[in-house]
């Protein structure tokens, strides 16, 4: 496609108004540069929004306008009529070109002049109060005589649109609320879908756009259920082994099976690690920090409820994930009434089953020597002085593995690109796995029971074992 035939956006407002988060946040690229600092944008800069390597269109984000009453000044001087507005910009930005003065309007102005489809963005600020001295800027994108939209930014908390909306609608065909640190991926692809109205040529390749952009949101829930799925499947199947020597005292026998713990938790710690970021990879974030709690396999009260705040649960909630996995099974299990009661159909073995996992054993899984009677049936071929750790046995934290994996997912997908900062996993509102149907937790328990077989023979799990829980994953994070 030649470089002019791409439908191009010059982005365009006040100073510090959130273009560059504009365009960041449209072209899903957090390598942008954005700053609180006001100017940080000097020179125009394009950028194209690709998909499979093919340009679908182009956003120029410009310098903010600095001096805009002056400008229209000097562009009124050098005009007579609205037939020549055209060219009385062209005359401004020749003779300013690298005058210093008005360099950010020479700046912001030229890439609205060159040839092929362009349109301009004209971003403001909505949660500042309208003001007169807006209305210059305006003015003078009003003299370009190019389609355009405006967008109503929030950088601060106040709501100044209804303020806004009627003097935008005096210069623009188009009006948009578009929030560029909390748009998602459905709200960008409604605006993307408005671009085409702007102009007849431009709505065959915004078409495309559109398409395109659908498919990949399709693909990356596809990819991101697969990774969650890997992770869970290989952390709930997972078995730490260590050789050892046969310990003198009980304080050293201690030692290892510490030892031995705290790979088995190094280990977990670094698949969701890993699987972390090739979701974050997979919607088109570089590696994020995140405000999170860890979880943590001691003390040996892993119910601890300073661990468990990352995910808003009380014991009563904890309780009832664990009759999901004790429920599940039999088919007998109620949808959660907010995650803290039973409905009445619950059988009396699953709430009794419940009160056993919280009340009873806690550990995540168990530890196994040759001095199990069932060691040689659990591992067969391990001989000599072998310990061995998992697969996990506490179906609750099996559980907790799955929310975890849930709520970052639900961040990252809703996460602007434009937004800077640690992802913010201690707010979990959003996903849990007591919003799940009967029928999905069903395939959970299913899927969890294959993996604690596997893990226990020394297997891995069969790969279809993986993709139903990826296919029940998937569904779930699309609401279907």
């Not at 806690?362 to 040759?370: D, F, G, H, L, M």
């Amino acid at each position: 496609m030649n470089t002019h035939s791409i439908p191009t956006f010059v982005v365009v407002g006040h100073v510090n108004k959130g273009k560059s988060s504009v365009v960041a946040t449209l072209l899903e690229d957090p390598s942008i540069p954005i700053d609180l600092v006001p100017g940080t944008t000097t020179e125009a800069a394009a950028y194209d929004f690709k998909i499979d390597g093919k340009s679908i269109f182009r956003l120029i984000d410009t310098p903010g306008f600095q001096e805009a009453e002056a400008t229209l000044e000097q562009l009124q001087l050098r005009s007579k009529n609205a037939g020549d507005h055209q060219n009385a910009i062209r005359d401004f930005i020749k003779e300013f070109d690298g005058a210093g003065r008005f360099h950010d309007e020479v700046e912001l102005l030229r890439p609205l002049l060159q040839p092929g489809p362009v349109g301009l963005l004209y971003v403001v600020d909505a949660s500042r109060p309208y003001r007169a001295t807006h209305e210059a800027e305006m003015e003078i994108l009003r003299w370009v005589g190019r389609p355009g939209m405006a967008l109503m930014n929030r950088i601060g908390e106040e709501d100044h649109a209804e303020s806004w909306r009627p003097v935008l609608q005096q210069f623009f065909s188009v009006v948009r609320d578009f929030n560029a640190h909390e748009a998602d991926a459905e709200t960008r692809l409604r605006l993307l879908a408005t671009f085409g109205e702007l102009h007849e040529d431009w709505k065959a390749p915004l078409k495309a756009a559109v398409d395109s952009f659908s498919a990949r949101t399709k693909q990356r829930a596809t990819q991101s259920s697969d990774a969650m799925a890997r992770f869970l499947v290989e952390s709930w199947s997972h078995v730490e082994m260590m050789n050892f020597t046969p310990a003198n005292s009980s304080a050293e026998g201690g030692k290892e099976a510490a030892k031995l713990s705290a790979r088995y938790e190094k280990y977990l710690r670094k698949l969701e690690s890993d699987a972390r970021r090739t979701v974050e990879s997979v919607y088109g974030f570089a590696p994020l920090d995140r405000l999170e709690l860890n979880f943590n396999l001691t003390p040996e009260d892993l119910f601890d409820q300073e661990g468990w705040r990352l995910f808003g649960l009380s014991q009563a909630q904890l309780t009832a994930r664990a009759a999901a996995a004790g429920g599940v099974a039999g088919g007998v299990l109620d949808l959660f009434t907010g995650g803290l009661s039973f409905g009445a159909g619950v059988a009396l073995g699953s709430v009794v089953g419940a009160a056993g996992v919280w009340f009873g054993s806690q550990r995540v899984a168990k530890q196994w020597t040759p001095e199990h009677t069932r060691f040689a049936r659990l591992f067969p071929g391990q001989h000599g002085h072998v310990r061995a750790f998992g697969p996990i046995a506490n179906d609750a934290f099996a559980w907790v593995l799955l929310d975890r994996a849930l709520v970052h997912l639900r961040v990252v997908q809703h996460r602007a690109h434009a937004r800077q900062g640690p992802l913010n996993l201690e707010d979990t509102a959003g996903f849990r796995v007591s919003d799940m149907s009967a029928d999905q937790r069903k395939v959970v328990d299913h899927v969890l029971r294959d993996c604690q077989g596997a893990g226990k023979q020394r297997q891995a799990p069969h790969p279809e074992v993986v993709q139903n829980l990826a296919r029940c994953l998937k569904a779930f994070a699309q609401g279907d």
